[in-house]
Structures are given as C-alpha cells and as structure tokens.
Nanobody, 116 residues
Framework: QVQLVESGGGLVQAGGSLRLSCAAS????????MGWYRQAPGKQRELVAA???????SYADSVKGRFTIFRDGAANTVYLQMDSLKPEDTAVYYC??????????WGQGTQVTVSS
C-alpha cells in the first residue's frame, strides 16, 4: 500500500521561504504525476504545482516565478520550494500522487502560514 509522508510546513513572514517535501513509500507505478494542492479556509482545494515522472512541470498562475517543484525519482520524493511567500499562500498543503492507470493518493496535509 502506498503512503505519502509530508513535512516542511510552518509559520513564516511574508517574503520568506519554505520547502515542503513528500516521500512516497510502497509499490509505485513508474509512470506517475506527483504534485501539491492547497486548501485555504472556506475555499476549494486547488492545484499548486505538479511534475510528471518524465519531468514535465505545471504551476498555478498565482505561484509561477515564486514556487518550484522538483523530484528525486530514485527516492520517490517530491519537493515544493516556496519563495517570496505571501499571506494569501496560507493554506493546508497536500501532496498528491497519481499513478497512471490507478487512483490518486493523498498525503495528510501540512499547514503553511504566512504572516504579514
């Protein structure tokens, strides 16, 4: 059974940086997409960034130029480097693994709070 373990959330001042990490364990199909979603209070969960196993990246418009997603394929780990953080980035961030041909798996979520 695949599990995702997230770390790296916390409290930071506006303009600061955080790095989130998500490690996947278990039997993972080699073709997959790993990504990060976030959900702020009262809002729907939204895609922040995603990266396929062959290296294609995508970002939400709101984070382009500030956030970077990258993967350590050998370790089945995905990272989200978040720079120039804004108060509106405050949310619970969830790791997501979508293997080809099977259902997506979610992490437990990690809180990111950006103070103004």
């Amino acid at each position: 059974q695949v599990q995702l373990v997230e770390s790296g959330g916390g409290l930071v001042q506006a303009g600061g940086s955080l790095r989130l990490s998500c490690a996947a364990s278990g039997s993972i199909f080699i073709i997959n997409t790993m990504g990060w979603y976030r959900q702020a209070p009262g809002k729907q969960r939204e895609l922040v960034a995603a990266m396929t196993s062959d290296g294609n990246r995508s970002y939400a418009d709101s984070v382009k130029g500030r956030f970077t997603i990258f993967r350590d394929g050998a370790a089945n780990t995905v990272y989200l480097q978040m720079d120039s953080l804004k108060p509106e980035d405050t949310a619970v961030y969830y790791c997501n693994l979508k293997p080809a041909y099977s259902s997506a798996i979610w992490g437990q979520g990690t809180q990111v709070t950006v103070s103004s």
